[in-house]
């Protein structure tokens, strides 16, 4: 049995956001979330809450115990993109694009 929890359009650069996403996959739900509390980014912040979110769902819609729960699957997606422009030198327009993520973490019954 597994249960899932997603956040979209966050954001968060789905680049940052992978090489948080690749240290908590495989782990135990409660060594994942030590990791992210000692992680200073906002990707962590945001991967813990999508990892709350998931390890409550676990425990209220499928009853299983929070402390044999792993991280089966972390995944970043790109979200949709905001593209800003600015003025740039002689009279150019400058890119400056937006980036957004959506986060997908699925914990599962060892």
Do not use: C, W
Request: aromatic share 2%.
């Amino acid at each position: 049995m597994e249960a899932r929890a997603i956040a979209k359009t966050l954001r968060v650069s789905p680049i940052k956001a992978r090489l948080v996403a690749t240290l908590i996959r495989g782990k135990s739900a409660n060594e994942a979330l030590q990791i992210l509390n000692n992680k200073n980014s906002k990707s962590a912040r945001l991967t813990k809450k999508v990892l709350d979110s998931a390890i409550a769902n676990a425990v209220n819609n499928h009853e299983m115990n929070a402390d044999t729960l792993y991280v089966k699957e972390a995944r970043v997606d790109a979200g949709p993109v905001m593209k800003r422009h600015m003025f740039d030198s002689r009279s150019h327009i400058g890119h400056k694009d937006r980036r957004t993520s959506h986060i997908i973490i699925v914990v599962a019954n060892r």
